[in-house]
């Protein structure tokens, strides 16, 4: 299937989402409230700079957070034509993708990876689970080290981060903090991956997706105020929001 049109991929667009789509400003950052129209802006963008040939294909990654958002980015870049030639997928299933050639290219064994962290977060729950074993599922626990992770609070932060939070935590916060900390403390003393990398890291065999020519990022929320949006050029940062 051919790439659409320039003037087509433009078509249906809100003002603000044409200009996001349009714009030349390298690197961008467009900020989006949920239901603006984010993944339409940011494969239509993908779309119109393969058909304006201002990217090539082949070096760009779509990334996102999270498997469900990965297949509809990919669902919508197989519309527009041009899903076979752009790597896509989250950013777990990128960074897994990364290792695994790394390893492969040191004649290195790959880890062990485990599919859940439910199996160990029980185990290591031990004196914790006191008057509690029944009511505190390792899903909750798993979920709350998500939440943390997702805002870079480690587990000497936790139980601060977690009281301005106002979290309603599944353990006590320093219990929490404590599973926390002895559940990292796993991950480095044995030689396997927790995580299970999301599935649908797609690209051309034999490619090797570059990350020195990354072309356009979709950042997730807590990173995404890191990052300031410039373009080149004079002129102020290149901050558009799409709808």
């Known amino acids: 299937m051919a790439v659409m049109e320039p003037a087509a991929l433009l078509e249906g667009l809100t003002e603000r989402q044409a200009e996001a789509v ?3 400003g390298a690197p961008l950052c467009i900020l989006a409230g949920a239901g603006s129209g984010k993944t339409r802006v940011l494969t239509r963008r993908i779309a119109y700079r393969v058909a304006t040939e201002t990217a090539d294909p082949r070096h760009i990654l779509a990334l996102t957070f999270t498997r469900k958002a990965a297949f509809e980015l990919g669902r919508r870049l197989d519309a527009l034509g041009v899903r076979d030639r752009v790597s ?4 777990h299933a990128l960074a897994y993708a990364q290792l695994r050639r790394w390893w492969a290219d040191n004649d290195r064994r790959e880890p062990t990876l485990l599919e859940r962290k439910a199996g160990v977060l029980a185990r290591l729950l031990g004196a914790e689970s ?18 943390a992770k997702a805002r870079m609070v480690g587990p000497d932060a936790y139980e601060l981060e977690a009281a301005k939070a106002g979290r309603e935590t599944p353990l006590a916060p320093s219990a929490m903090a404590s599973l926390y900390r002895r559940y990292e403390d796993e991950k480095q003393a044995r030689p396997r991956r927790l995580r299970r990398p999301a599935p649908g890291l797609r690209h051309r065999p034999g490619d090797r997706p570059s990350l020195r020519r990354l072309t356009e990022v979709a950042l997730p929320p807590p990173l995404r105020r890191r990052v300031p949006g410039r373009q080149s050029g004079p002129g102020p940062p290149a901050r558009l929001l799409a709808g």
């Open 22 to 24: 349009a714009s030349t």
């Open 88 to 91: 896509a997928g989250t950013f």
């Open 130 to 147: 006191a008057g509690t074993r029944g009511k505190v599922q390792p899903a909750d626990l798993a979920a709350e080290i998500e939440w």
